[in-house]
């Protein structure tokens, strides 16, 4: 079922005043010269900071694909950045400029408010590829009809509980688990489907909150709520600020945990901040790639990648950066699939029916365009990497590397 309520009622408004633009000239489907590839991200609001590193990401896989000598890269990759200002309203005013003013052969959208652009994207855009992180909460990623959108990371299904998170915290010895959300319909839904999947571990529900004001970090009442539900395990898809307070007041309040676990907050940003190293002490941050610190051979080629072309110190990348890289690593598939000189519609056609993508072995199992609605946790095959915080440095924990499960069925996830 389509969501309904505020989100579809001004964004069908919206859409109104888009009918008379018309679509995307034709001539973003030339076959020579550079590829212009639109990036939708935060550029402004109170998101902006935790996206800053989206345009470096990109850019980087692209140049690090020309140094390979890559089979398309002789075309070159042009790359137009449009601001969703931290507002769903932002993400489909960027997102319309993209595609009908820029004439851009693909968007790449890494913006935790897409879903204010879903609707516009699958069907007046329906003509242009969107290929980014679906990781918020909008039912396009999924949705049959919009057979152009492809989710290069996180292409979460929030309406559906797997087995993972919870069969993860009962490997550590969790009794009882609490949840901790933004309002936002990622957030609310990313928790309680942890929630659901604790149970169906057979942990108990403690406490949960599916409504904090994005970014708050006021988070006393909450503290004392986790304490007096006797919750063991915690679950927060809030950006790092919120989840570090929490971790920090369940210390001072003297509740031990065996599992803090946030949706984000891996990447060298943290390591660079001696303050917040020190509150983010065994915390676990969840990828769905590998992370750097596994060594293998993908991320191992990965890290060096970005110290070279993005300028990273670590080589270890922050979220925005990661979801950058793999956004056009995704494109660039799609292209040596379908042929350099590929329309839009080719494009499209060959990724609906490629299952070999892994972004260059960072996930587990390779990505399934042909089956919308198969993802769950982080990615492919309901998989999710945990990296905890020890000192200075990530250490993989052995208990999801990656810990991975499968969709829970019957189980529709509803925020309460």
Not at 34 to 44: E, H, I, M, Q
Not at 83 to 106: F, I, K
Not at 295 to 324: D, E, N
């Amino acid at each position: 079922m389509r969501r309904t309520g505020a989100i579809a009622t001004w964004t069908s408004a919206a859409l109104l005043l888009l009918t008379a633009c018309g679509g995307a000239p034709g001539d973003a489907d030339s076959t020579s010269g550079p590829v212009k590839v639109g990036v939708l991200t935060s550029l402004s609001g109170t998101a902006a900071a935790h996206y800053a590193d989206t345009e470096s990401g990109v850019k980087a896989r692209f140049a690090a694909y020309k140094a390979a000598g890559g089979k398309c890269a002789a075309r070159g990759f042009d790359v137009v950045m449009a601001d969703d200002q931290s507002t769903p309203q932002g993400a489909l005013t960027g997102a319309q400029r993209l595609v009908q003013q820029e004439n851009v052969y693909a968007v790449l959208p890494v913006s935790t408010y897409f879903y204010g652009a879903g609707q516009y994207a699958g069907t007046q855009a329906g003509g242009t590829p969107f290929l980014g992180g679906a990781f918020d909460g909008g039912e396009q990623w999924f949705d049959p009809e919009y057979d152009n959108l492809f989710p290069a990371m996180s292409g979460t299904d929030y309406d559906r509980a797997a087995t993972t998170l919870g069969a993860y915290w009962k490997k550590l010895g969790g009794t009882k688990v609490a949840v901790v959300a933004y309002n936002t319909p990622s957030s609310a839904k990313a928790a309680e489907g942890a929630a659901l999947s604790a149970e169906h571990a057979g942990l108990g529900r403690g406490y949960v909150n599916e409504r904090v004001p994005f970014g708050s970090a006021d988070v006393g009442p909450i503290v004392l709520g986790i304490k007096k539900s006797g919750a063991d395990v915690l679950y927060a898809p809030v950006i790092p600020e919120t989840g570090f307070a929490l971790a920090t007041g369940l210390r001072r309040a003297g509740v031990r945990m065996k599992s803090v676990l946030l949706a984000t907050g891996y990447g060298a940003d943290l390591l660079k901040s001696p303050p917040t190293l020190k509150v983010a002490q065994g915390v676990g941050f969840m990828t769905s790639y590998a992370p750097v610190e596994t060594g293998t051979k993908a991320t191992t080629a990965w890290s060096a990648a970005l110290k070279q072309y993005a300028r990273s110190a670590s080589g270890i990348p922050s979220f925005s950066q990661a979801v950058g890289w793999i956004s056009a690593d995704l494109l660039l598939h799609g292209l040596e699939k379908a042929g350099c000189a590929a329309s839009r519609e080719q494009l499209m056609a060959a990724l609906r029916t490629d299952r070999s993508w892994t972004a260059g072995g960072l996930f587990p199992e390779p990505a399934d365009f042909a089956h919308k609605g198969t993802y769950s946790v982080g990615g492919p095959g309901d998989c999710t990497f945990v990296s905890v915080l020890k000192g200075a440095k990530f250490v993989p924990d052995p208990a999801a590397s990656p810990a991975c499960g499968e969709q829970i069925a019957g189980v529709k996830v509803g925020v309460r």
